[in-house]
T-cell receptor
Framework: GAVVSQHPSWVICKSGTSVKIECRSL??????MFWYRQFPKQSLMLMAT?????????EQGVEKDKFLINHASLTLSTLTVTSAHPEDSSFYIC????????????FGDGTRLSIL | QKEVEQNSGPLSVPEGAIASLNCTYS??????FFWYRQYSGKSPELIMF????GDKEDGRFTAQLNKASQYVSLLIRDSQPSDSATYLC???????????FGKGTMLLVSP
């Protein structure tokens, strides 16, 4: 149980392109999902907390107009990197939280984004 | 500022040995403690979680929690080369859904 599907796994695109990444909880409902970014040999960095039916909460320094998050249902959150540039190239990982007290986050497989 | 500290390693152990990974945290309000394993180039995978003081065992893995000392550890018995990965310690406070991650400890298990 607790499977989180993230799509696509890899994206290579030109600078200026907008890229959408989907995160789905397959066998549970997730009121809360999270988006992380990880650069090579660095630790996970939380970008934003996505709450179903409400606006995402962004961490300090993360541009909300650059990284658009939509959490329209209890099983789907999307991250759109708008007008991506080479410095946005990174490993983007979502996680979903099973509703309830003290539940763990379950991670998707991640999306490797390369902007040329 | 909530902090989670881990030794970056690498921690090198021979195959079959016990690997001991340690983590300290600064927030006394922390209620839930998680260990994730991350292979190079992959996303984190949940290994174990623990909420109460003491030990919790799951197969070859044992999580140990000491809230008085603000210390949580993960023991891996009969270590295998396939256990070689970075192990992330994460904590959250009661009522908060966000996790504070440590930077991870790299474990290398040699055949």
């Amino acid at each position: 149980g607790a499977v989180v599907s993230q799509h696509p796994s890899w994206v290579i695109c030109k600078s200026g392109t907008s890229v959408k990444i989907e995160c789905r909880s397959l066998d549970f409902q997730a009121t809360t999902m999270f988006w992380y970014r990880q650069f090579p040999k660095q630790s996970l960095m939380l970008m934003a907390t996505s709450n179903e039916g409400s606006k995402a909460t962004y961490e300090q320094g993360v541009e909300k107009d650059k990284f658009l998050i939509n959490h329209a249902s209890l099983t789907l959150s999307t991250l759109t990197v708008t007008s991506a540039h080479p410095e946005d190239s990174s490993f983007y990982i979502c996680s979903a939280l099973i509703d309830g007290n003290n539940q763990p986050q379950h991670f998707g497989d991640g999306t490797r984004l390369s902007i040329l | 500022q909530k902090e989670v500290e881990q030794n970056s390693g690498p921690l090198s152990v021979p195959e079959g040995a016990i690997a001991s990974l340690n983590c300290t945290y600064s927030d006394r309000g922390s209620q839930s403690f998680f260990w994730y394993r991350q292979y190079s180039g992959k996303s984190p995978e949940l290994i174990m979680f623990i909420y109460s003081n003491g030990d919790k065992e799951d197969g070859r893995f044992t999580a140990q929690l000491n809230k008085a000392s603000q210390y949580v550890s993960l023991l891996i018995r009969d270590s295998q080369p396939s256990d070689s990965a970075t192990y992330l310690c994460a904590v959250n406070a009661e009522g908060y859904s966000t996790l504070t991650f440590g930077k991870g400890t790299m474990l290398l298990v040699s055949p």
